[in-house]
């Protein structure tokens, strides 16, 4: 943990509410993909899996994961700094909790993993922040990470490009009730960001977050099939979407 996080009084626990009520306010049913995520895990591994929370973030994965299953572990792996600090303050003396700090995009990063297998690899609303060929790569790197019988769920937002007239439809009544919660006082990603950036302790890795991302990593929005075939073409045995929403899926990939 770093020191600013374990000396500073900082109300962790605040920091992830306002963060889980940022990402909701682009994806409602955010809850539901977690528990539907964490259902597939005890289906596959049981209630005691290692599990490498891919993209972690503020570990909100490891959160769910750990109250439905306080015997499990978790790896939690990012790059930003900022998220990264509250996770560290959150999970502070967790003994099941580790984190880590690598670029998924680096062909490297899986050397700084404290293991080399995992039961459950888990990743939400982040893949996206990358672009379809390093991301096929990722997925090569993740069949040698997940065990034989183990999975890999990725849930974020996948786009179906053969149906523009539903895309159209359902983006502008997702975007009317973004603006009702909005003028309700919903934080978006900015007004969040704009919060951490003026926090004493969060400011710090605030700015380098900006340094290393800018406002958000250009990446792509591959469909479900696109994922699917990719990850069985990567070396997993079996992969299609378990959840789907109007704007995302959870593609699940047995190994
Ligand atoms: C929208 S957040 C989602 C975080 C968390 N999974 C959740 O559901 O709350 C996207 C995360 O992906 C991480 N990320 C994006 N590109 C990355 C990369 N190349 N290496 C490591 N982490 C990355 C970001 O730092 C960020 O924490």
Redesign the pocket.
């Known amino acids: 943990m770093t020191e600013s996080a374990a000396a500073t009084g900082t109300d962790w626990r605040a920091w992830q509410d306002s ?1 889980d009520r940022q ?1 909701e306010w682009y994806m409602p049913d955010r809850e539901e993909r977690f528990r539907v995520m964490l259902d597939m895990v005890e289906a596959f591994a049981g209630p005691e899996p290692r599990v490498l ?1 891919l ?4 570990g ?2 490891t959160d769910r994961l750990l109250k439905r299953f306080p015997k499990a572990d978790s790896v939690g ?4 700094p900022a ?1 990264l600090t509250i996770a560290e303050g959150y999970f502070a003396g967790d003994r099941r909790v580790t984190f880590v700090t ?4 680096d062909p490297d990063w899986t050397a700084a993993l404290p293991y080399s297998s995992y039961d459950a690899v888990l ?4 893949l996206h ?2 672009r379809a060929e390093p991301l096929a790569a990722l997925y090569g790197q993740l069949a040698d990470l997940v065990a034989d019988g183990g999975v890999f769920m990725n849930a974020d937002h996948m786009r179906d490009d053969t149906t523009p007239r539903v895309n159209a439809a359902e983006h502008a009544h997702r975007q009317a009730a973004r603006d009702r919660a909005k003028a309700a006082g919903a934080l978006d990603w900015a007004d969040w960001w704009a919060l951490a950036a003026a926090d004493p302790v969060l400011s710090g890795p605030t700015a380098r977050r900006f340094e290393i ?1 800018g406002e958000h ?1 250009e990446g792509d929005i591959p469909s479900v099939r696109w994922h699917a075939d990719t990850l069985r073409a990567a070396g997993f045995a079996e992969a299609r979407p378990v959840w789907a929403s109007p704007s995302d899926a959870l593609v699940l990939a047995l190994r």
């Open positions: 963060w990402q929370d993209a972690c973030g503020t909100s994965i792996v990012d790059l930003d998220l690598a670029d998924l995009a990743t939400a609303t982040a922040w990358l991302y990593a």
